[in-house]
């Protein structure tokens, strides 16, 4: 990345990320955001590299081009990690908060945890999807519900997965370049890996390893648009309500339920969370064992009875104040 930035950030910009890349991440978009703030700092005349507050707000202004707020808050957000990154060096840098085009990242959204009952309806339910001659649904659409219940796979992870990924003889599926652009080897259960195996017969009989494990009638792997109308019917079939477009519950809902009656099963058989979170962790790629343990409260919300479990773990987490 030699002479990709100019300015008088460009060898800070170089060390920040290749910093960035070295944690895992791609930062592709990211370095093309920061070579234009570099470009940027030539034109306001910036000699030293002191990342100022005049400076920061005037590169948070929004561009006359810039139709969409994502592009606005995406610059913004890559200097405000390049000026954090400054401040552990020891640099005075300003932190730009741009309140304009500050929008808050968490989401509204609360995460839908299915019950047995509703779980064991949308498979009946997938099971009963009426074939038709351009269509290989009825075929994808069962086992796809399976794996992403026995597995927490991501729903994108699920349509991304190959032939050369999965590994019907030892029961392993291979996920390559997820989430924080981890790989990860997902171990299956018999019963999962019977499924599969009928399912590959009837729809890959020759066994080529590039093509997509879940695929159209034209061998083209189904996008995620397609997989979300028809979980929207399976929900309506299955009797569970569906508060609309962005409200769920989603098909992503049953990582989230995958976790939760994880941890509710593993409460029953009397397994210490403590060392079932970090290979919870582990087996759904996670960053940390912080955002597993997150699931520990929904678990307890849902399943009251975990409850109890939950304290023992997490109680700590809030320490008592004597008066």
């Not at 030293?48 to 948070?60: F, Q, R, T």
């Not at 509204?108 to 009963?128: G, L, M």
Request: include cysteine; charged fraction near 20%; aromatic fraction near 10%.
């Amino acid at each position: 990345m030699k002479n990709y930035f100019s300015g008088p950030f460009s060898d800070l910009l170089n060390e920040f990320v290749q910093f960035k890349r070295n944690t895992g991440f791609k930062y592709e978009k990211e370095s093309h955001y920061l070579k234009q703030f570099s470009e940027f700092t030539l034109s306001q005349g910036i000699t030293d590299p002191v990342l100022s507050k005049n400076l920061a707000e005037a590169w948070c202004n929004k561009k006359p081009f810039e139709n969409q707020r994502n592009c606005t808050e995406q610059r913004i957000s890559c200097l405000r990690q390049f000026a954090l990154y400054l401040g552990s060096l020891g640099y005075d840098a300003y932190v730009p908060i741009h309140i304009d085009n500050k929008r808050s990242r968490r989401s509204k959204y609360v995460a839908y945890v299915f019950t047995h009952q509703e779980i064991s309806a949308i498979i009946s339910c997938s099971d009963k999807i009426y074939p038709h001659r351009r269509s290989t649904m009825h075929l994808v659409m069962p086992i796809l519900v399976r794996l992403l219940y026995c597995t927490g796979l991501r729903i994108n992870e699920a349509l991304k997965l190959q032939l050369a990924h999965v590994d019907l003889v030892n029961g392993i599926l291979r996920i390559e370049h997820a989430k924080f652009d981890k790989d990860r080897l997902i171990p299956l259960s018999p019963s999962m890996r019977n499924v599969l195996e009928q399912y590959c017969e009837m729809l890959h009989p020759l066994y080529l390893p590039n093509d997509y494990l879940f695929i159209g009638i034209a061998r083209e792997p189904y996008s995620h648009h397609a997989i979300y109308y028809r979980f929207r019917e399976l929900l309506q079939q299955a009797g569970i309500p569906h508060a609309g477009r962005g409200n769920g519950p989603r098909i992503h809902d049953i990582r989230h339920t995958f976790c939760c009656h994880t941890l509710q099963k593993s409460v029953a058989d009397d397994v210490d969370l403590n060392a079932v979170l970090p290979i919870l962790s582990v087996y759904l790629g996670h960053e940390s064992i912080a955002a597993t343990s997150q699931y520990l409260k929904m678990t307890a919300e849902v399943y009251p009875a975990v409850m109890e479990a939950v304290n023992s773990v997490c109680s700590f987490v809030i320490p008592v104040v004597n008066k």
